[in-house]
């Protein structure tokens, strides 16, 4: 059977919808395309370039994680604040793309001509122009053609959060700069780019409870209101194409115990998550009708 699959953000949280992705396989489920926000932009081109979930695991499992905080070394510890103020970002995010990058070359793919024409669809935010960027279908925007794009740097623009990662700075053809951060700031499960395009059952992976279990934010502080600030851009815009269209289609899978930027994970708790990816979408495919 083949589907379309949608993969949401959640940065260090995806290595559960590895769990959900075994289950989807053993079912004989397979992707004709795929979307995907932030760290499930990555799984997204990890499947379009034909990796299977034994070998996204691996790559995740052999890779440490914890270089992806690539942070100039400084002997004062101020400088990193001065940084963030001109940089925008702790961190470069260039360990981030260059592992993307030499994954994929192993299969032979580095742009998007490399693999079948609208296979892929990678979530963008342009802060510049205020607006969503679908890569590579808006890269004509700025002048650019998606066959010589590379997908690593399309993910890197993807995963850019905000003031954690650098942004990346995108040039029109006519050298006009736009400011990418994270597209999980404008739409975090972009299930919305297959409701015209009813080819096929569309299977979402989301890295949040369902909409009726939701938990309410309590903002009791600056800091409260600043995770609230951030959960809600995430969500909002998703929500009502959940609810209306996608409720039914999508494997909610809620990982609590891991923040979206805490690359320290010990094994253990990789493997809990793995396998609450795995119940997750075993109790769905129990009630799947398509």
């Known amino acids: 059977m083949y589907v379309d699959g949608v993969f949401s953000g959640g940065g260090m949280k995806a290595i559960a919808l590895?769990?959900?992705?075994?289950?989807?396989?053993?079912?004989?489920?397979?992707?004709?395309?795929?979307?995907?926000t932030s760290a499930g932009s990555i799984m997204a081109a990890f499947v379009a370039a034909g990796f299977r979930s034994p070998e996204i695991l691996q790559v995740l499992e052999e890779f440490d994680t914890r270089k992806f905080m690539d942070?100039?070394?400084?002997?004062?510890?101020?400088?990193?604040?001065?940084?963030?103020?001109?940089?925008?970002?702790?961190?470069?995010?260039?360990e981030l793309e260059n592992w993307v990058e030499e994954r994929l070359k192993g299969r032979g793919i580095r742009t998007f001509a490399d693999i079948p024409k609208g296979s892929?669809?990678?979530?963008?935010?342009?802060?510049?122009?205020g607006e969503i960027v679908i890569i590579p279908d808006d890269l004509y925007k700025y002048g650019l053609r998606s066959d010589n794009f590379s997908i690593a740097k399309a993910v890197r623009m993807s995963c850019s959060l905000p003031y954690f990662f650098q942004p990346v700075k995108l040039y029109s053809v006519n050298g006009e700069k736009s400011i990418i951060v994270d597209g999980g700031m404008l739409s975090n499960f972009p299930v919305w780019l297959f409701m015209r395009e009813n080819r096929r059952p569309v299977l979402g992976f989301k890295l949040s409870a369902n909409l009726e279990n939701t938990p309410e934010h309590k903002i009791k502080n600056g800091i409260d209101m600043y995770h609230a600030l951030f959960a809600t851009m995430k969500d909002a815009h998703d929500a009502r194409y959940i609810s209306s269209t996608f409720k039914?289609?999508?494997?909610?899978?809620?990982?609590?115990?891991?923040?979206?930027?805490?690359?320290?994970?010990?094994?253990?708790?990789?493997?809990?998550?793995i396998m609450l990816g795995r119940n997750r979408a075993e109790n769905f495919f129990k009630n799947w009708s398509y």
């Open 18 to 36: 590895v769990g959900a992705l075994q289950v989807t396989e053993e079912r004989g489920i397979q992707f004709r395309r795929v979307a995907g």
């Open 71 to 94: 942070a100039p070394k400084t002997f004062f510890p101020l400088f990193k604040w001065v940084r963030l103020y001109w940089k925008l970002g702790l961190y470069k995010g260039n």
């Open 120 to 129: 892929l669809r990678i979530i963008a935010s342009d802060l510049t122009r």
């Open 248 to 273: 039914d289609s999508t494997i909610f899978i809620p990982v609590n115990s891991v923040l979206v930027e805490e690359f320290e994970i010990s094994k253990a708790k990789k493997e809990q998550m």
